[in-house]
């Protein structure tokens, strides 16, 4: 494992005394000039970075209302203050939601607001908590802002609603209009540019892999589900997450939608072009670049001449979808008007239970007890169904449908008031293994108090970053790695097939003969 | 007419010009800024009465404090009716005949003063108490506390220990709303206090007091939760849309 000690799981989560500088360092890498340039960055930190940055920010508190809002609305109440995962977890002061904000709230203060400009003529800013912008703050900045998962529950406990998130993404777009990009992030985009997703997954490797699935599926339950990729005049567009391709156990999520659709008789496919329902141009604050993204879905719903976009399981994902794809690409005037656009799998999923339309045995799950973890961007910031908090009741409806045992982590770690997995908002890199492993801590001790209570054998995620960081926390804390799984693993596990003709598969063909 | 008295009016006349046109342009800046994404902080209203709602309970109740942090939502919540108590008490020295309802919350109005001191002892203890806290505060953030307890003590000493010639303030704040200055009495806590009501009412639109206007533009709070339903997008995102070819 790496250079630096696994928080201890407790019986609950202590808040620790605020460090200053544990958790300093050089930040994620930055982004080589190429990755930097394809997004329309300069490639290396500009000579007046001080004066383009200043600039951007005060472009910025113009563009956003809520940046500017929050800037100026903060009263240092500290209600925040013990809210951050990334600050249970690792005891930097600067992880407090209300000093992440003030690292970029006392620049705003300095050059941007007339007591900041009155007060430094006199040398007495340090009075309000404005500074100057240093190359220190700068990398600061890099550093800092990469310690946010823009997971929002700073904001659901903020008594004006400020939202650290909104300062996060400001401060990378700052960070990459300097030329001064973290490299997870813009090579991503990159990749989604040039070849559709962000694993940078050929439309060729994808057709072969997906086929190679359905020969998976075909000998495991006998049943010929497809996974069809560029189908024209299909009823639905599925969009999820590449890592649903080839990542455990997002795979197996996959293959549990397809299966749903299949029981279900529902016309779908995939896209080559929109193969990626990730959208980093959220996580580093770039509108262009988020609706350059949400575009190809609409040129892939178009060309493809669908009816309905569902999304599949997946985080900001579907933050992205449900709460700026309509913004950004909309309108969907041209789609099915029957069905809100675009839809979470879940919803649709809900929706085929309700009416009864799939045959399910929960008995199938009986070898697991399962939790729920509510994903941040889904829990705070999206709906799922009519209901504000459906984005909590639809899963567990789903979940209990098709699992005999189900428990939920106490309830202040969940809901509205869920922790972040630690690796979300474009942290999910090796580079900042430290923090990811450090933020998981408060889930992790949640998930621990089930698993002693209510004997808890797994977790089940709907996001592809949520999976992805907690296959690979889980041993730092005593876990297993296949301790995470798909909601929609759970669903397809489920499904009874006995009115479905079984395709003769080598020796097991006998079984065959069990349809009526 | 003594040099106090026409000091202490042209202080109120700027003090009073500043809050309103300071305020106002902030007011004004934060209407025209658009927020070009649907971020409400979820689970949201689905309808414009049920944000009402929302934004009701958290101006009135802090309904976001008190899931936070009891002990800030206490102190928090005691300062701010005390206040606003003590505000409406003293609409009597600003109209004349006295609003009967204002003469009813008297008794209350009076008391309040303590309720305010308590709120801000609380919260100025929890600022060098709470490490926390400690870390995030910048000396204004203890000044702006003292400020408000200077102007509470005063006050009550006046209303408690020292009285003042409340009959002529009276006239000279009714004085100063006609344009016809009335003189006024030289008295410490009454110079005390109105010069520390000026100095937060000068400091109101270029300081964190900025939240009490803010809450109801903050997007996280104020949006309808309706973003498949209805397009939402700003005017500058709007140009972009130029280059679509679909």
Not at chain 1, 3 to 24: A, C, I, N, R, S
Not at chain 1, 386 to 394: A, C, E, L, R, S
Not at chain 1, 443 to 459: F, K
Not at chain 2, 174 to 197: E, N, S, T, Y
């Amino acid at each position: 494992m790496a250079d630096f000690d696994t928080p201890e799981l407790k019986d609950y989560v202590e808040v620790p005394l605020p460090q200053v500088g544990v958790m300093k360092g050089s930040g994620p890498f930055i982004a080589k000039p190429e990755h930097q340039e394809a997004l329309g960055f300069p490639g290396e930190l500009v000579d007046d970075w001080q004066d383009v940055a200043v600039n951007r920010l005060a472009d910025l508190t113009k563009r956003y209302r809520g940046l500017r809002v929050f800037m100026d609305s903060c009263v240092k109440c500290g209600a925040c203050t013990d809210k951050c995962h990334y600050y249970l977890g690792t005891s930097d002061a600067n992880n407090m939601p209300v000093a992440r904000q003030d690292l970029m709230r006392s620049i705003y203060r300095y050059y941007l607001t007339p007591a900041g400009k009155l007060l430094r003529k006199f040398g007495l800013e340090k009075l309000i908590g404005a500074r100057e912008l240093t190359r220190d703050v700068l990398d600061e900045w890099h550093n800092y802002y990469h310690q946010c998962s823009e997971c929002r529950r700073c904001s659901v406990f903020c008594p004006y609603g400020i939202d650290t998130a909104e300062v996060t993404m400001a401060g990378r777009d700052i960070l990459d209009t300097v030329g001064m990009g973290q490299k997870y992030d813009n090579e991503i985009i990159g990749k989604v540019f040039t070849i559709g997703n962000n694993l940078g997954l050929p439309e060729r490797a994808l057709a072969d892999t997906l086929e190679g699935l359905e020969e998976e599926i075909e000998e495991d339950i006998e049943i010929p589900v497809k996974l069809p990729l560029d189908v024209k005049g299909a009823d639905i567009l599925l969009v999820t997450p590449s890592a649903d391709f080839f990542a455990e156990p997002h795979v197996d999520g996959l293959i549990g939608y397809a299966k749903v659709f299949h029981q279900a008789g529902i016309s779908w496919t995939l896209s080559s072009h929109a193969s990626e329902a990730a959208n980093f141009g959220m996580f580093i604050g770039s509108y262009e670049n988020m609706r350059r993204i949400s575009l190809r879905i609409r040129e892939a719903a178009l060309d493809l001449g669908v009816k309905r976009i569902v999304f599949g399981e997946c985080g900001h994902a579907w933050r992205v979808a449900y709460a700026f794809l309509n913004t950004l690409a909309g309108p969907f005037d041209f789609l099915d008007p029957k069905y809100p656009v675009p839809q979470h799998i879940l919803e649709v999923t809900h929706d085929l239970i309700q009416k009864g339309k799939l045959k399910l045995d929960p008995s199938e799950n009986d070898h697991m007890t399962l939790t729920f973890h509510d994903s941040c961007n889904v829990a705070r910031a999206t709906r799922m169904g009519p209901k504000p908090g459906g984005q909590f009741t639809i899963p567990r409806d789903v979940i209990k449908a098709v699992c005999n045992n189900y428990y939920d982590m106490p309830s202040d770690t969940i809901g509205e008031a869920t922790y972040c997995c630690g690796g979300g908002g474009g942290l999910l890199t090796d580079d900042l293994m430290e923090v990811r492993v450090k933020g998981a801590m408060p889930r992790m001790q949640a998930l621990n108090t089930v698993v002693e209570d209510h004997g808890v054998t797994h977790l089940a995620a709907i996001c592809a970053i949520c999976k992805t960081q907690f296959a690979k926390t889980l041993p730092y804390y005593g876990f297993t790695m296949d301790q995470i799984i798909s909601v929609h693993q759970l669903v397809g596990d489920a499904l009874v097939w006995d009115d479905f003709e079984k395709v003769a598969t080598g020796d097991e063909a006998s079984d065959n003969n069990e349809q009526e | 007419m003594s040099f106090l008295t026409i000091l202490y009016a042209a202080l109120f006349y700027f003090a009073t010009a500043t809050i309103v046109f300071g305020v106002g342009f902030k007011i004004l800046q934060y209407a025209k800024t658009p927020a070009p994404l649907k971020i409400p902080t979820t689970p949201a209203p689905v309808t414009k009465s049920g944000v009402v709602v929302r934004l009701a309970e958290e101006v009135v109740l802090f309904k976001s404090l008190f899931k936070s942090n009891k002990w800030i939502w206490i102190f928090g919540w005691m300062f701010h009716f005390a206040l606003l108590l003590v505000l409406l008490r003293h609409l009597r020295y600003f109209t004349e005949p006295v609003w009967w309802w204002v003469t009813l919350i008297q008794p209350f109005g009076k008391y309040a003063g303590f309720a305010m001191l308590i709120g801000l002892f609380g919260l100025f203890a929890r600022r060098f108490l709470v490490k926390r806290v400690k870390y995030i505060s910048s000396p204004s953030d203890y000044l702006m506390l003292l400020l408000l307890i200077f102007i509470g003590i005063s006050g009550l000493i006046m209303k408690f220990i020292s009285h003042t010639d409340i009959i002529a303030v009276k006239a000279f704040f009714l004085g100063l709303m006609r344009f016809d200055i009335q003189p006024l009495p030289a008295d410490g806590p009454l110079l005390i206090h109105l010069a520390l009501v000026a100095a937060l009412m000068l400091v109101f639109p270029f300081s964190k007091l900025l939240h009490a206007p803010g809450i109801f533009f903050s997007p996280t709070r104020n949006q309808v939760d309706n973003p498949r339903e209805k397009r939402h997008i700003a005017g500058w995102a709007l140009k972009l849309e130029a280059d679509r070819e679909h």
